[in-house]
């Protein structure tokens, strides 16, 4: 395309690149779509022979995507980069979110440490 930011493109593909800075149109399209196909990948075919090892790939994945995210930050700078923000601080949640249920599946604990860390 010529010109990726005119009106006819951003009618067409304006979903993927809305909120994102020019340079970084690619960024829905291209690094979000990988990071699901590879959770998919994971999750859904025997590219890992062992479920422990699925479970500890799936806290890497999540924190790769999450420092990825810091250092890229595709997002628009018009509202103080809280887009950026939010994607990150979002990436880090749902790492910190596979690493508990990891810790939790993998070490096996009594019942009610389990119980105190699935709610109040």
Do not use: H
Not at 61 to 87: C, H, I, R, T
């Amino acid at each position: 395309m010529k010109d990726r930011q005119a009106a006819d493109n951003c009618r067409r593909f304006g979903y993927f690149i809305q909120g994102l800075e020019p340079e970084y149109w690619w960024w829905d399209i291209l690094v979000k779509r990988i990071d699901v196909g590879l959770m998919m990948l994971v999750t859904y075919t025997s590219a890992v022979q062992d479920p422990a090892t699925k479970l500890l790939l799936f806290p890497v994945l999540s924190g790769f995507q999450a420092v990825v995210a810091a250092w890229v930050k595709p997002y628009a700078n018009d509202q103080a980069e809280v887009l950026d923000f939010v994607e990150v601080t979002l990436a880090f949640i749902r790492f910190l979110l596979f690493s508990s249920v990891a810790a939790l599946m993998l070490l096996n604990p009594a019942t009610e440490i389990t119980t105190r860390r699935a709610g109040p």
